[in-house]
């Protein structure tokens, strides 16, 4: 599997090459979803994006460094999704909270899960399960707040510091594993019960 997915050329940074550059991502999405990956070319691409090669290989110099840019996107964007619903969520208890928490992720996911499928399988530019504090470490204060305004509702012995940093990237290498060998989890709520059970008795014990 292809573990080196190479750098962009150059980077977008006039308004117009941001929008090349989306365009041909948005491009690479649907052939890998409507044609699947042998007919992903870097020619396909191109002309389902309505530009060049020549322009294509402007910002990407292979097809791995393009879907890896593709898989970076799409979880840049789910996890923006998913980070801003939570940091919204008020006047709920903390079994509340993780029951929106875990909706809101899963729902994210589905949303895209053909293409995330068909990446994950590729595993062309797939990344370590980093979801998503390694990049948004930030986040990661509003887990531990969150804990922190509900430390009444832990269970006794809760370690809030661990927890903040481990939930995420159990979360995360739960979905992985559905995209991969299970995706009618997402459907069927077999993902968000089972998640639920976990979490609830983690966080809250045997209440």
Known sequence: MPTNTGHHRKKPRQARSVATVGVILDAAALVLVDEGYDRATTNRIAERAGVSIGSLYQYFPNRDALFGA??????AQMSENIWQTISEFEGLDLRGFVRSGLNTAISQHARVLPLLKVLMETASGRPPAQWPFD????RQGLLRGMFDSHADELRPGFNREAGSFFIPRMVGSALDAAIAFRPDAFANGELEQELDTMLSYYLLGDR
Request: aromatic share 10%; no cysteine.
């Open 135 to 138: 990049r948004f470490p930030q």
């Open 70 to 75: 593709l898989h970076g996107r799409t979880e």
